[in-house]
């Protein structure tokens, strides 16, 4: 007998209060990852090991979070996405925790890449819920929030980790384990979400969509041309993006180049690299221009990201090496002063302030690609088949953020001797930069191919509509 659910069920408010539950869990996931790249000095010391090692351990933690989203993607388009979304939060959860107990480096590494396997499940399965929650005219739109949940979520968790953990680290991996054990259960009264519940073709079958990916599809996905354009722009991008998790150790380095003390210094740079992350909200009227430019031209969304992806290579060049000249904050100040010292800088100090206006501009122009990037995985694909492919991609976007999260450290680390901080972690970063030129080749190719690809998907969700209906 089919269990009873109350009047409220499925209705606008409880899909709302799901959307935002996943919002939270999407942004607790990037949350987690920040936190090390965020206290490598403190963690550094507490633990006797070297930058480049922490380097290491980033990459190989998004690494592994891109390994298993694709098992995870798999499984929820053929089970019951729900339970594998708890689950995986529980573990990230528990991976966390152990974390905050470490008391060498490779106990801290083993406890993060026991988080990342929980983590994977929220980047393709939730993925998935997500694009059937929103309508396709709309996609680009929601999705910026949902990248923005993301985005906020590392700027959160970098924020975070760069003011409570500049004393110990511990706390910090305390804090976002609680946090995301308090979401694990808010989640429990999430809506269950059925395939295809947005998809205005599949209208008339109210909620009985009930195919499946099998492993027969997974030949025909890897011939759709626009998969395969859209998984191989995310092994560059994430080269060029995965670098950036640096930018606060950047920031870092140059506050304590001006003579301030390694406490200060953390704080001050996780502050600089959060406040240049306020170009990141840009992804909501990426994704809005994305959705007007779609319905008159499919290839829109691909021709947007392709702007917005080579326009932003120059100004972060310009980010990266403009100096923090006459910085000057209070050394040893607690997080509030500094907060209000940092800000004024960005009037006063004209150094400062040309920093913030390139990254902000730079992180603006990339910021396009996300929400664009989401809604083109789902247009060209059916509802069962977006968790898999969400998780190739996410595999593919996961081995160039490890790429360039570990070599950009590696290669600071080996110019330092020759090259002093903070510029050897300017031209590291500005050496991964070139990896946004074939990123931008990949969505020009898309747009080529997606028209026929949507077209396609369009087409066969009519056909099974029509399968259904009596007559």
């Given at each position: 007998?089919?269990?009873?659910?109350?009047?409220?069920?499925?209705g606008r408010a409880?899909?709302?209060?799901?959307?935002?539950?996943?919002?939270?869990?999407?942004s607790l996931d990037?949350?987690?990852?920040a936190?090390i790249?965020?206290m490598?000095?403190?963690?550094?010391?507490?633990?006797?090991?070297s930058?480049?090692a922490?380097?290491f351990l980033?990459g190989?933690t998004?690494?592994?979070t891109?390994?298993?989203a694709?098992?995870?993607g798999?499984w929820?388009?053929?089970?019951?996405?729900?339970?594998?979304?708890?689950y995986?939060?529980?573990i990230?959860?528990?991976?966390?925790?152990?974390?905050?107990?470490?008391?060498t480096y490779?106990?801290?590494f083993?406890?993060?890449l026991?988080?990342a396997v929980?983590?994977g499940s929220?980047?393709?399965v939730?993925?998935?819920?997500v694009?059937?929650?929103v309508?396709p005219a709309?996609?680009?739109?929601a999705m910026?929030f949902?990248?923005?949940?993301?985005?906020?979520g590392?700027?959160?968790g970098?924020?975070?980790?760069?003011?409570?953990?500049?004393?110990?680290f511990?706390?910090?991996?305390?804090v976002?384990?609680?946090?995301?054990?308090?979401?694990?259960?808010?989640?429990?009264?999430?809506?269950d979400?059925?395939?295809?519940?947005?998809e205005?073709?599949?209208?008339d079958?109210e909620g009985?969509?009930?195919?499946?990916?099998?492993?027969a599809?997974?030949?025909?996905?890897?011939?759709?041309a626009?998969?395969r354009?859209?998984?191989?722009q995310?092994?560059f991008?994430?080269?060029a993006y995965g670098?950036?998790i640096?930018?606060?150790l950047?920031?870092q380095?140059?506050?304590?180049a001006?003579?301030y003390?390694t406490a200060?210094?953390?704080k001050?740079?996780g502050l600089y690299?959060?406040?240049i992350?306020?170009?990141?909200?840009?992804s909501?009227?990426?994704g809005h221009l994305g959705?007007?430019?779609?319905?008159?031209?499919?290839?829109?969304?691909a021709?947007?990201?392709?702007?917005?992806i080579?326009?932003a290579i120059p100004?972060?060049?310009?980010f990266?090496f403009?100096?923090?000249?006459?910085?000057e904050?209070t050394?040893?100040a607690s997080?509030?002063t500094?907060?209000g010292?940092v800000?004024?800088?960005?009037f006063?100090n004209p150094w400062?302030?040309a920093?913030f206006l390139?990254?902000?501009?730079a992180?603006?122009?990339?910021?396009?690609d996300?929400?664009?990037?989401?809604?083109?995985?789902?247009?060209v694909?059916?509802p069962?088949?977006r968790?898999?492919?969400?998780?190739?991609g996410?595999?593919?976007?996961?081995?160039g953020?490890?790429?360039g999260a570990a070599?950009?450290?590696a290669?600071?680390?080996?110019?330092e001797?020759s090259v002093?901080?903070p510029?050897?972690?300017?031209i590291?970063l500005?050496?991964?930069q070139?990896?946004?030129l074939?990123?931008g080749y990949c969505y020009?190719?898309?747009?080529?191919?997606c028209?026929?690809d949507?077209?396609s998907?369009?087409?066969?969700?009519?056909e099974?509509a029509?399968?259904?209906?009596?007559g």
């Open positions: 007998m089919a269990r009873l659910k109350p009047a409220w069920w499925g409880h899909i709302t209060y799901t959307i935002v539950v996943f919002v939270v869990l999407a990037n949350a987690a990852i936190l790249p965020a490598v000095l403190p963690i550094a010391e507490a633990l006797h090991t930058e480049q922490l380097a980033t190989a998004i690494l592994v891109a390994v298993t694709v098992f995870w798999y929820g388009d053929r089970s019951d996405r729900k339970r594998l979304l708890f995986g939060t529980l990230w959860v528990v991976g966390s925790l152990l974390s905050a107990s470490a008391t490779w106990q801290l083993l406890w993060q026991f988080t929980g983590l929220i980047a393709s939730g993925f998935s819920v694009s059937d929650l309508r709309r996609r680009g739109l910026s949902w990248g923005i949940s993301q985005g906020l590392a700027i959160a970098g924020l975070m980790a760069s003011q409570v953990g500049a004393d110990g511990r706390t910090a991996f305390v976002i384990a609680v946090t995301g054990f308090a979401f694990a259960l808010a989640y429990l009264a999430a809506y979400v059925p395939r295809g519940f947005r205005p073709e599949l209208a079958m009985t969509y009930d195919y499946t990916i099998s492993r599809d997974l030949t025909a996905l890897r011939r759709i626009t998969n354009w859209l998984v191989l995310g092994l991008a994430q080269v670098s950036l640096w930018v606060p950047l920031y380095e140059k506050a304590i001006q003579g003390s200060t210094g953390t001050v740079g690299a959060t406040l992350t306020v170009g990141a909200l840009a909501v009227v990426g959705d007007r430019w779609q319905r008159s031209d499919l290839s829109g969304r021709k947007l990201s392709t702007i917005g080579l326009g100004f972060f060049l310009l990266f403009i100096p923090l000249r006459g910085l904050v050394d040893g997080t509030l500094l907060i010292e800000t004024s800088q960005l006063t400062v302030a920093t390139t990254g902000l501009i992180l603006a122009l990339t910021s396009i996300s929400p664009n990037w989401f809604a083109l995985i789902s247009d694909n059916l069962e088949h968790g898999t492919i969400f998780g190739a996410n595999l593919a976007n996961g081995i953020r490890s790429a070599l950009t450290g290669v600071a680390g080996s110019l001797q002093p901080p510029f050897n972690w300017a590291g500005a050496a991964f070139v990896f946004f074939p990123t020009w190719k898309a747009g080529q191919t028209p026929t949507i077209t998907v369009r087409t066969t969700l009519r099974r029509e399968a259904t209906r009596p």
